[in-house]
């Protein structure tokens, strides 16, 4: 079975700097990776996915992230971070043979002003 | 607006009472499914489904059903709610059922606190 681990409980950075939210998984078969985020009192929304082609993903609010088969993670990255990007992010996991979707444990991202 | 719904989204209810929280999604999508989220541990599936009449266990399925019986409706039942399933439950849709490569909406979320 699927599984994603997400290393980092917490991740602090200043506004302006670059973020990278980190996320390894382990599948068999190919992956489907997505990156969700959790606003406060709010239901997750969709931020990316990898299905196939480049490595290099982008998504919605300027994050993108990078999947890397040899390592098999799926970083979430943005070249600057924004106050507003604080929240709880989500990876998830899909296989090609399974209808179930595995979620890490979340990583709360605070960016300082 | 495109959306999936959930009702009630706070409940406060007492071990062995009966309840039910509903989910319905207005995109004619064919997979729904529940999680429910607590501290630490993520989210985890409770039960999917894949279309109507079609359902089947997630991760942690013990202590509730669920039924599909029209597409837009997926309520969650517990029917003999116990302490330990106080968390945060969201109902999630997408597509497509046969294609892992849709992503999911989701709802806002019922908060289920049981005493």
């Known amino acids: 079975a699927q599984s994603v681990a997400q290393p980092e409980d917490q991740v602090n950075v200043a506004e302006g700097n670059p973020l990278t939210v980190k996320c390894t998984y382990s599948?068999?078969?190919?992956?489907?990776l997505f990156w969700y985020v959790q606003y406060p009192n709010r239901g997750l929304q969709f931020l990316l996915k990898?299905?196939?082609?480049?490595?290099l993903v982008k998504g919605s609010y300027g994050f993108e992230a990078e999947f890397n088969k040899s390592q098999t993670s799926f970083h979430l990255k943005k070249p600057s971070a924004l106050v507003s990007d604080s929240a709880l992010y989500f990876c998830?996991?899909?296989?090609?043979?399974?209808?179930?979707?595995?979620f890490g444990a979340g990583t709360r991202l605070t960016v300082k002003p | 607006e495109a959306q999936v719904t959930q009702n009630p989204r706070y409940l406060i209810t007492v071990t062995g009472k009966k309840l039910t929280v509903t989910c319905s999604q207005n995109?004619?999508?064919?997979?729904m499914s529940w999680y429910r989220q607590d501290p630490g541990l993520g989210l985890r599936q409770i039960y999917y489904s894949m279309n109507v009449e079609v359902t089947d266990k997630g991760d942690v399925p013990e202590g509730y059903k669920v039924s599909r019986k029209e597409k837009r409706n997926f309520p969650l039942i517990l029917e003999s709610p116990s302490p330990n399933q106080t968390s945060l439950y969201f109902c999630?849709?997408?597509?497509?059922?046969?294609?892992?490569?849709?992503?999911?909406?989701f709802g806002p979320g019922t908060r289920l606190t049981v005493t």
């Open positions: 998830a996991v899909r296989g090609n043979n399974n209808n179930d979707m595995r």
């Open positions: 990898y299905i196939t082609g480049d490595n």
């Open positions: 599948v068999s078969g190919n992956p489907y």
């Open positions: 999630a849709s997408s597509r497509q059922a046969t294609s892992v490569s849709y992503e999911q909406y």
């Open positions: 995109m004619n999508h064919e997979y």
